[in-house]
């Protein structure tokens, strides 16, 4: 995350005056960081679009609320980590309803697949799909932090701002967030400790 400048400060300003030309500026700024953090939050590169696309959408109609002289990355982050964990909720909620064949029976529906297969992410050898199956395993809050860390290579005063949170509070997650990981890289067939 690159830290605050003049050139983003001026079109906040003339974005919260109607100015869509300038917000431009902003999602240029950060087009590239938000879908990264979106895919590594979901998993998947068609959601991972349309979720951070959806997140300059909203940004832009609320953009009067964002303080002034405010960075735009902190209080962007949360529009988008919102919109990813809502996504994600939605998804699980489809996969527990089910379905009655003619006889009756309930039938499942089957799993619309794991948003963090290898398939669905992209073809990576076989270290990286194992990571990548660990990491869809995290709590949301474990997921971000490994994301904004080790996806962005934000440092802890930035994803603290992120987060709302202290820095010792991010150092702590991490931590914690990183030895979940690695139990589960550890775990044979990828066992759920969340």
């Not at 050139?7 to 109607?18: D, N, V, Y």
């Not at 895919?39 to 609320?65: C, T, Y």
């Not at 270290?127 to 080790?150: C, M, N, P, Q």
């Amino acid at each position: 995350m690159q830290g605050i400048c003049q050139e983003e400060l001026a079109a906040i300003e003339r974005c919260q005056k109607g100015s869509p030309k300038a917000f431009e500026v902003i999602v240029n700024r950060y087009t590239k960081q938000s879908y990264s953090i979106a895919l590594g939050l979901v998993g998947n590169h068609d959601d991972a679009l349309d979720l951070s696309q959806e997140a300059f959408v909203r940004a832009f109609k609320n953009i009067s609320k964002l303080k002034e002289r405010s960075r735009f990355f902190p209080w962007f982050y949360q529009i988008l980590k919102n919109l990813c964990f809502t996504h994600l909720k939605r998804k699980r909620i489809r996969q527990t309803i089910s379905l009655h064949n003619a006889d009756g029976k309930e039938i499942p529906l089957p799993a619309e697949g794991d948003w963090f297969s290898p398939d669905a992410v992209m073809e990576r050898d076989e270290t990286k799909d194992k990571v990548w199956k660990a990491i869809g395993k995290l709590s949301d809050k474990h997921r971000e932090v490994i994301v904004l860390r080790h996806f962005e290579n934000l440092p802890y005063d930035q994803i603290a701002a992120a987060l709302h949170c202290s820095k010792g509070s991010v150092m702590s997650r991490l931590y914690h967030a990183r030895k979940k990981l690695k139990k589960h890289l550890e775990t044979p067939n990828g066992g759920h400790l969340s």
